[in-house]
């Protein structure tokens, strides 16, 4: 069984860095074909991804926040970081990671947390 | 980008009725499209993948079809619990979206 969690701060202020941690279990980063990624949901409004990780360290960004993002792994740890710089309020949001698993002939995220909220305010 | 348009925004239903939902892709992402399902204060849930395959412990009453640039998700009769927002999502193309969401809910 595939659990997500995601940890970080609730509040954080414009200008400032967010880290969020996704630990998880039931599947490890060092397999072959696995992948974590990150989705935000502003409230009340859609998801957006955001960024994901391969076992393989490749990286993949949404090219509107690329300049933004930094995701990385902890493979010993089953833990993936995604770092966002320069917060503003319009990026307050629940983010999500997700289990990212090949289905079919593709990948799609199959097992998500529970999410968790973040406000941007002064 | 490919933009997800899903339409109705909301449709409005009672338990026992076929509830029809609508994704279209603003260019061809062939037959890899998801379907999911959100209900307040939830993680979004993985109901359909491929366009057309139900994922694991996904009731047969949901079904997807479409290819291209056309995609529908059909529940066949609602049951209470599946009155939520429901969301397609393309994998075909870098970078992934989202639609924008249908809500389903009680007429």
């Known amino acids: 069984q595939i659990t997500l969690k995601e940890s970080g701060p609730t509040l954080v202020k414009p200008s400032q860095t967010l880290t969020l941690t996704c630990t998880f279990s039931g599947f490890s980063l060092s397999t072959r074909g696995a992948s974590v990624g990150w989705v935000r949901q502003p409230p009340g409004k859609a998801l957006e991804w955001l960024a994901h990780i391969y076992w393989d360290d490749d990286k993949r960004y949404s090219p509107y926040l690329k300049s933004r993002l930094t995701i990385t792994k902890d493979t010993p740890n089953n833990r993936v970081v995604l770092t966002m710089t320069n917060m503003a309020p319009v990026d307050t949001a629940t983010f999500y990671c997700?289990?990212?698993?090949?289905?079919?002939?593709?990948?799609?995220?199959?097992?998500w947390g529970q999410g968790t909220p973040v406000t941007v305010s002064s | 980008e490919t933009v997800l348009t899903q339409s109705p925004a909301t449709l409005s239903l009672s338990p026992g009725e076929r509830a029809t939902l609508s994704c279209r892709a603003s260019q061809t992402v062939n037959y890899y499209l998801a379907w999911y399902q959100q209900k307040p204060g939830q993680a979004p849930r993985l109901l359909i993948y491929?366009?057309?395959n139900r994922a694991t412990g996904i009731p047969a009453r949901f079904s997807g079809s479409g290819s291209g640039t056309d995609f529908t998700l059909t529940i066949s009769s609602l049951e209470p619990e599946d009155f939520a927002v429901y969301y397609c999502?393309?994998?075909?193309?870098?970078?992934?979206?989202f639609g924008p969401g249908t809500k389903v809910d009680v007429k």
């Open positions: 999502q393309q994998r075909d193309n870098w970078p992934i979206t």
């Open positions: 997700a289990h990212f698993r090949r289905l079919g002939h593709s990948y799609y995220f199959d097992s």
């Open positions: 491929d366009a057309s």
